[in-house]
């Protein structure tokens, strides 16, 4: 069940959300390097800044397309509030994800707790 859930979420996320919330001005962004191609890849996502860091849980882990890249190459830009952030990305295992998903905004928590399979905490540092 959890790969056919993973199969469909990650479809409907890829063609359908992820190009109609990326328009958003506001919409916070993750962009990654791609691993294979090395072209920026942006991704809308939820999380909360928490003074010099951007806290966010990743709903299927290390299967995620920008967590494998963050695994490549961790230096990412959030847009947060319509404003680009460079940072570091840290993949944080030993967090406990769920937790963490009750310190973020509410509506995107309950999706990724609902939709997820293998919830990891990802920590960006910013740099300015």
């Known amino acids: 069940m959890s790969e056919r859930r993973f199969r469909a979420t990650t479809a409907f996320q890829r063609y359908i959300a992820n190009p109609l919330t990326r328009l958003m001005p506001f919409q916070t962004l993750l962009e990654t390097t791609g691993r294979v191609s090395g072209q920026p890849r942006r991704t809308p996502l939820g999380g909360r800044r928490v003074g010099e860091s951007f806290w966010l849980v990743s709903e ?65 540092d910013l740099t300015d």
Do not use: C
């Open 60 to 124: 299927f882990g290390t299967k995620s397309q920008y967590v494998r890249n963050i695994q490549a190459d961790p230096r990412v830009r959030v847009r947060i509030g319509g404003r680009w952030h460079h940072g570091t990305a840290h993949l944080l295992p030993d967090d406990d994800p769920v937790a963490r998903l009750r310190t973020l905004p509410k509506g995107n928590s309950m999706a990724v707790k609902a939709l997820g399979t293998q919830l990891l905490t990802i920590r960006v």
